[in-house]
């Protein structure tokens, strides 16, 4: 977040709920939800998606907000001094170095992909006349296999970021999300609309929420939970950094449902916006990370006035992403700054230039380009990156930042913190003690199991 210093605390608690909704929403539900959703094969995938926010998601968010709260620290600062208050180890530090290290790990990619939308913004004004599903993945294909453009588009967007988080606009980034963050829900909600007026709307709706167990995996199970912790910004510390800025009087619970309520219809309505292009023009609903820009240009190609709204549509969505990205580098900002009293704003340039330097090669790892054949565990480096990330780091961290809330730290402290009504408190300290530690460690024992046995 750009702005706050160390103990600096958000302007009001409106300030606060923007910040987090403009964290969560973002390339995680335009980008990320409708395309996994379509390689995961639709309604299963999506409840389960929508199972994972609400029943383990929302409850580490509770927990995470409130330890940041608490420490008023980087996460691994406020991790360390917490676990020392309780009487714990100092290794519940970890927890918070995994967040920030994975943090780094996501920016590097997410900024890559952040480039794309910018390059497309650039494109949108000249319109999308004729586009079709051949012209549009034609072009998606020339501009990711492309040696320069995604470098600099990636370059570009990490310089928007870096600037916003330099020039310290709390007041910029109140204002981007005041206004810009409705702005990008209304325009969903006109465009789904209109493609379901002009797509195949019910066979979108079919394939989103008609479940198809079958079509279910362990491996597309974790990649939901993942996916639930990727939106929501789960277990990298933004969130928690994020609440490190909180002040006593913030209702914790009250604003961590609305973010994640608005976080799932955000993803919602770009599914129901994109998949009934997907099945009228015959996309492949499991095409990857290309989903998004080869659907919706076709719509924008044929709505009246569509070089203006594509060019809005994609201005919000970097608007969208860039809010994003400021809070996933907050954590290390936060951490450096906490430890070597270096000025925020030089600290946040160093580490954009290293996420830029290992985002090069999610770039140039795209199928076509440079190091397209490069393949690690069968994986090219985006969706490597993304692995690690998405399926390991978020979901193991979420289960020991539940299992730290749950069990380490006392129940009293857990309910003076979060001042919920005792029945609220209840569910919350049972979902967080056991659903949210078996739900995880059950999805992860099955995969152990499976490889081990496939093996
Ligand atoms: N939640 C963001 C999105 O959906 O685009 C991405 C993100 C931000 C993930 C911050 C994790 C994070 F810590």
């Known amino acids: 977040m750009a702005g706050p210093s160390q103990h600096a605390h958000w302007s009001s608690r409106w300030t606060f709920l923007l910040a987090a909704v403009g964290s969560a929403v973002g390339l995680g539900n335009i980008w990320k939800f409708p395309y996994e959703a ?44 917490i676990a020392k208050e309780e009487g714990r180890s100092k290794l519940w530090g970890l927890v918070g170095w995994s967040g920030v290290v994975g943090g780094f790990i996501v920016i590097s990619f997410y900024s890559v992909v952040g480039g794309w939308v910018l390059a497309y913004l650039l494109k949108a004004p000249m319109g999308f006349a004729g586009y079709d599903a051949a012209l549009s993945t034609q072009t998606f294909g020339a501009f990711i296999t492309d040696p320069v453009n995604p470098i600099v588009a990636h370059f570009g967007f990490l310089l928007i970021t870096v600037l916003i988080v330099a020039r310290g606009v709390q007041g910029g980034l109140e204002k981007a999300v005041t206004f810009l963050m409705p702005a990008l829900f209304v325009l969903l909600i006109g465009l789904m609309l209109y493609s379901a007026i002009t797509a195949d709307f ?18 597309t199970v974790l990649q939901a939970l993942g996916l639930a912790f990727f939106s929501l910004s789960l277990a990298l510390g933004s969130i ?7 002040t006593k009087d913030m209702n914790i619970p009250r604003s961590a449902v609305t973010i994640a309520a608005a976080d799932s219809g955000v993803a919602l309505l770009a599914g129901l916006a994109i998949f009934p292009i997907v099945f009228a023009y015959g996309l492949n609903p499991g095409q990857s990370v290309g989903l998004v820009f080869t659907t919706l240009p076709i719509a924008f190609g044929q709505m009246p006035g569509g070089a203006i709204i594509g060019t809005l549509f994609f201005f919000l969505l970097t608007v969208a992403a860039v809010t994003s990205a400021i809070s996933l580098l907050e954590p290390a900002v936060s951490y450096v700054e906490e430890r070597t009293g270096i000025d925020r704003k030089k600290v946040s340039v160093y580490i954009a230039i290293a996420a830029f330097a290992l985002g090069t090669l999610s770039a140039w790892g795209q199928p076509g380009n440079i190091l397209g054949t490069v393949k690690v565990f069968g994986l090219d480096f985006m969706s490597l990156k993304d692995y690690i990330t998405n399926n390991i780091m978020m979901p193991l961290g979420g289960m020991f930042i539940a299992l730290f809330v749950g069990w380490f730290v006392s129940r009293k402290n857990m309910m003076d913190e979060l001042a919920m009504e005792d ?3 209840k569910l919350w300290y049972f979902l967080v003690r056991f659903v949210c530690p078996v739900a995880i460690g059950a999805v992860f024992v099955s995969i152990i199991y499976n490889t081990i046995i496939a093996s």
């Open 38 to 81: 379509g390689e995961g094969g639709g309604g299963a995938f999506v409840l389960i998606y929508l199972a994972f926010v609400f029943i383990v998601g929302l409850p580490v968010l509770i927990a995470e907000l409130s330890m940041g709260r608490r420490g008023q620290l980087s996460p691994i600062g406020s991790m360390a001094k």
């Open 202 to 219: 019910a066979a979108a709706l079919n394939f989103l929420f008609n479940p198809d167990w079958g079509k279910l995996n362990v491996n």
């Open 240 to 246: 928690m950094t994020y609440g490190s800025y909180l």
């Open 423 to 425: 029945g609220t408190f």
